[in-house]
């Protein structure tokens, strides 16, 4: 097979529903709790979906996705997937999970178990981050999930020949399977079966993360005998993207259900794509802008104006009380948690809930709000003017203006410091 037709034949998107027509007056609000369904891709930046203005790659599903609801503006990651995925189920900072390389301490209280609690089903399906699967089945039961089909970190291939976890077994007569179509068979299995209770899909994708050829295996090449390129890789996960809303719009519970579309960090090194006029360069592992700044899109049907726009800053623990939000629960009064609810910002009132965000990796940290980023070494940058973070400031460098906004998040680094 020629890579052009390999390309053409997996990666076909599926037309979704006509736009849902948004009722003013409609509220967030209603007697029944809402499903939701939560994608986090692997190593996708801001640059590349086609929403945040993005021509490297065809990307019309999860553009509908934008379209149909509200996409932010400013929504920021760690550089690298383990911190990212323990701030999104704590609500934490890796300085007080003390997580940085791929360990979820036993002892942290995710959102999963919290919902769990409140009713819901719960199911995980893609990427468990935190260890082998095999070696403690029942841990991601004991993280909140009543059901899991995942591939376990550095486990196995998880593209062709899968090495697929379910619910404590390895999944059998799946060798020639591509494996995100057998975790999107999963998960439309567990919303269809799900659909008499409120349910939460935690959908951490394997795609676009590059297959691993290295180590203690080598994965698969494809049956075109090569592996994916990039672009194969975003096209397969817009058409499943595409798939799974698709069998949501047929199964009547797209009213009832919210998406959250977003990714864990910037795109891999190496990786060159169009945004307008300007090059970006894939910044995963840095925490520059192209590691950390990445997409989200909030679609609940017929609920949210479709494409609307929101500029308020959005950090990665603010998942966590969120969801719980959109879910009608308390937050538990022992609970310490960083995030910050974005649920009023859904109905689209005039609420900034956070000043800053924060993120820290590798010996490396900041604090920034839209415009202006300040590295704990002292190192401050006028993101807006300039992006690729050239021109830092320093204490004897700075001008009027970098002084001030200098002394204003040092102000709240030492107020973030204050909690520890």
């Given at each position: ?30 007697n ?11 190593d ?35 550089p690298?997937c383990s ?11 890796t300085?007080?999970t ?10 942290e ?43 376990g ?26 494996g ?11 919303m ?23 180590g ?5 090449v ?52 169009n ?9 995963k592992?840095s ?7 990445v ?17 308020n ?28 609810s974005?649920?009023r910002?859904l109905?689209?009132?005039?609420s ?42 320093y ?7 970098s ?18």
């Amino acid at each position: 097979m020629k890579r052009r037709d390999f390309i053409k034949n997996t990666a076909t998107g599926l037309a979704l529903s006509s736009l849902p027509i948004w009722l003013n007056n409609c509220s967030i609000q209603s007697n029944k709790k809402p499903n939701i369904v939560l994608f986090l891709v692997d190593d996708m930046g801001y640059e590349v979906p086609g929403f945040n203005g993005g021509t490297s790659y065809n990307t019309p599903n999860i553009d509908k996705l934008a379209a149909t609801g509200m996409k932010f503006t400013y929504c920021y990651s760690a550089p690298v997937c383990s911190p990212s995925r323990t701030q999104l189920l704590t609500g934490r900072y890796t300085f007080r999970t003390g997580e940085e390389w791929g360990v979820l301490p036993e002892n942290e209280t995710t959102i999963s178990s919290l919902l769990q609690n409140a009713g819901y089903k719960t199911a995980i399906v893609g990427k468990w981050q935190f260890g082998k699967i095999g070696d403690d089945p029942s841990f991601i039961n004991r993280k909140g999930f009543d059901e899991y089909c995942c591939w376990g970190w550095h486990e196995g291939p998880r593209y062709w020949n899968p090495w697929i976890w379910e619910n404590g077994k390895v999944k059998e007569n799946i060798s020639d399977r591509y494996g995100p179509d057998v975790l999107r068979d999963f998960s439309i299995e567990f919303m269809q079966r799900s659909k008499d209770q409120p349910f939460f899909l935690y959908y951490p994708m394997l795609l676009t993360h590059f297959a691993k050829t290295g180590g203690k295996y080598t994965e698969p090449v494809g049956p075109n005998g090569e592996y994916q390129s990039y672009a194969d890789m975003v096209a397969n996960l817009d058409r499943i993207i595409g798939e799974f809303t698709e069998a949501l719009n047929n199964s009547g519970l797209a009213e009832d259900t919210i998406i959250i579309f977003t990714t864990d960090n910037g795109t891999p090194e190496g990786i060159i794509s169009n945004m307008g006029d300007r090059k970006i360069p894939g910044g995963k592992k840095s925490m520059k802008d192209t590691g950390t700044h990445v997409p989200l899109v909030v679609n609940w049907k017929g609920k949210l104006k479709p494409g609307s726009v929101n500029e308020n800053l959005i950090d990665f623990t603010d998942f966590f009380p969120t969801l719980l939000g959109l879910a009608e629960q308390e937050k538990p009064k022992n609970l310490k948690i960083d995030g910050k609810s974005f649920k009023r910002q859904l109905r689209e009132e005039d609420s900034v809930s956070r000043k800053w965000a924060y993120q820290e990796w590798h010996g490396e940290a900041w604090i920034r709000n839209k415009e202006w980023k300040l590295y704990r070494d002292t190192k401050l940058f006028n993101i807006s003017e300039d992006p690729n973070e050239d021109k830092p400031y320093y204490p004897e460098t700075d001008t009027q203006k970098s002084q001030k906004m200098r002394r204003v998040l040092t102000e709240y680094l030492a107020e973030l410091d204050s909690t520890k």
